[in-house]
């Protein structure tokens, strides 16, 4: 009997949880998976010299911030920003995405870590990175990037 309250008492309590907005761990796995595949696709974007779909994977708002050598507020700063300092396919290199950690902070946010690598004729450079993701209109997109 003590054992069948014990089961009902956590099924309830996962009923709870769940039902107040707080993720499962399938649903963490979904996730985690959404958001190594929305960087799979901005990896191959870039890597195809298309930084247009590259672009896809961030939020389309004048909210998105990025930071690199400087911080730039918006979606069309970025874009402007990655044209600027990779004009051709040459600067662009090939892109590669080592992913470090994935992991949510609340129910709507999630951390992204890692590190890029560019590797190009004249050099390689690389760095870490630290994203946020959200999901907006239905679609995980990266709300915050610093990339060093």
Known sequence: MKSLCGLLL???LTV???SSGQTTFNDEQSIAKILREVLTRQQDAWNRGDLEAFME???KSDSLQFIGSSIRHGWKATL??????Y???ETMGTLTFDIW???????GTWLVSGKYSLARKSDNPQGPFT????????RWVIIYDHTS
């Open 10 to 12: 956590v099924s309830s």
């Open 16 to 18: 709870c949880l769940t």
């Open 57 to 59: 994977g961030y939020w």
């Open 80 to 85: 402007e920003g990655y044209k600027k300092g």
């Open 87 to 89: 004009p051709s396919r």
């Open 101 to 107: 950690q994935v992991r949510p902070l609340d129910a």
């Open 131 to 138: 994203l946020l993701f959200q999901k907006k209109n239905g």
